[in-house]
């Protein structure tokens, strides 16, 4: 490959991580901004349900931008908006100053989003072999180094924008500068520009769209609830309580950083299905666990199989979607598969939560454990059609999802 696509590789890839590393620093330090701008307990979750709200909307609204926009373009700009909207999150000092910080943060995140998935899977397309793990897992790396870096604020008694303003001072101008060597794909011409939005069939996207609300309502599971299961369920201590998600967080890094490779030699179908068993086995073992310990080997399981579902899902869309309708129909339907992104966010947590409270959580873990084997039944969407671009080129075994022409 080139050295035009190596350096858009590299700066995408830098993109993930700092995207992970600046949701991370939001989410894990909810409580202390919750204390800053003394907001109840019953206000909170409209602040926190506002977040992926909007983001939708900003998903929603990257799919028409894309049509006379170049996804590149997008990214550049909306990367720096949401690490000042974190700053401003935190040096904000009236509750209508954060709702302004988080209405901000989140309709640029979801065009954030959404244009760094476009580009990968533009970038994967172009490597005619799978890559869209390995930029998932600098998401990953990021979002454990914000975490790392969220602890330190939290330990050390740090304001908040004493705790964002050296993050921000280094990721935003780092990101600007390697916003310079994104790579776009080839532009749709304008005929079928105009169309993509109408041409994307919803019937298409439909097993991708359950597939993504499905991985991010098991993934919410794991944040929002792994530290409350094994406190109150499984007799940890507090300290305990906060190792889980740590430990999803790392298999999630280890599981995106080697999956690629099991793309490429099994095909992305089968690595779906055995992601889906092996995070349906991780809720099956937190559900029956009978000690903190094995609680953790649940949640273990669950990193490793979750991790893989959401590159794949993108990969998936913007392949199905280019296959029948071109490059701006792939950036239609990445737009559109994002959004469910936020679906799943939004119903997972309150579902575990109502199911906990009024049977069990230890049932409340088999719900998610359900709708991830459900995506064995819509694996075949992941299955690359080499046909349709000549498998000569194809390798034998091998079953890209990200296969096709060169560009976005």
């Given amino acids: 490959m080139t050295d035009v696509l190596r350096r858009g590789r590299a700066s995408l890839a830098f993109s993930f991580f700092a995207q992970g590393a600046a949701f991370a620093l939001l989410v894990t330090r ?30 929603v609204t990257t799919e028409q931008l894309v049509k006379r926009i170049r996804p590149s373009r997008l990214l550049r700009w909306s990367q ?7 700053l401003g999150a935190g040096a904000g000092g009236q509750v209508s ?11 640029a995140v979801g065009a954030l989003d959404a244009s760094m998935n476009m580009l990968g899977v533009s970038l994967q397309r172009t490597y005619r072999r799978s890559i ?37 001072a280094v990721l935003l101008p780092a990101a600007l500068v390697g916003s310079r ?23 298409l996207l439909l097993p991708l769209c359950l597939v993504m609300t499905f991985a991010y309502i098991g993934d919410s599971t794991v944040s929002n609830w792994s530290a409350k299961y094994l406190k109150d369920v499984l007799g940890s201590s507090e ?38 068993l092996v ?45 029948h309708h071109g490059p701006g129909a792939s950036d239609a339907a990445i ?37 991830v084997l459900v995506t064995l039944v819509y694996a075949r969407s992941f299955a690359a059609q080499p046909d349709r671009y000549g498998g000569g080129h194809e390798r034998p075994r091998t079953a890209d999802v990200g296969r096709g022409s060169n560009g976005l």
Avoid: K
């Fill in 30 to 59: 909810i409580p202390a901004i919750q204390d800053r701008y003394g907001i109840s307990d019953a206000l909170l979750p409209v602040f926190l349900a506002a977040v992926p709200i909007l983001a939708g909307v900003g998903s």
């Fill in 80 to 86: 720096p908006v949401v690490l000042l909207a974190l």
């Fill in 97 to 107: 100053e954060l709702a302004v910080a988080l209405g901000v943060f989140g309709l």
């Fill in 132 to 168: 869209m793990l390995s930029f998932h897992a600098a998401y990953s790396l990021g979002g454990i180094v914000g975490a790392s870096l969220a602890w330190v604020g939290a330990h050390w008694h740090l304001a908040l924008w004493v705790s964002y303003l050296p993050v921000v």
């Fill in 181 to 203: 060597w994104y790579v776009d794909g080839d532009p749709a011409p304008v005929a079928e520009e105009q169309g993509a939005g109408g041409t994307v069939v919803f019937r």
């Fill in 239 to 276: 300290q305990l309580a906060t190792v889980p998600y740590n430990v999803y967080m790392v298999t999630t890094l280890v599981g995106r950083a080697i999956g690629d490779f099991g793309v490429r030699r099994f095909g992305a179908a089968a690595v779906v299905r055995l992601g889906a």
């Fill in 279 to 323: 995070a349906a086995c991780g809720f099956a073992v937190v559900s029956v666990a009978p000690d903190a310990w094995v609680g953790m080997l649940g949640f273990t399981l669950l990193g490793l199989g979750l991790c893989v579902l959401v590159p794949q899902t993108f990969a998936a869309a913007g392949r199905l979607a280019f296959e």
């Fill in 335 to 371: 737009a559109r598969l994002n959004i469910f992104n936020y679906v799943g966010f939004l119903v997972g947590s309150p579902l575990v939560g109502a199911l906990g409270d009024a049977w069990s959580y230890r049932g409340a873990m088999l719900v998610p454990m359900v709708l």
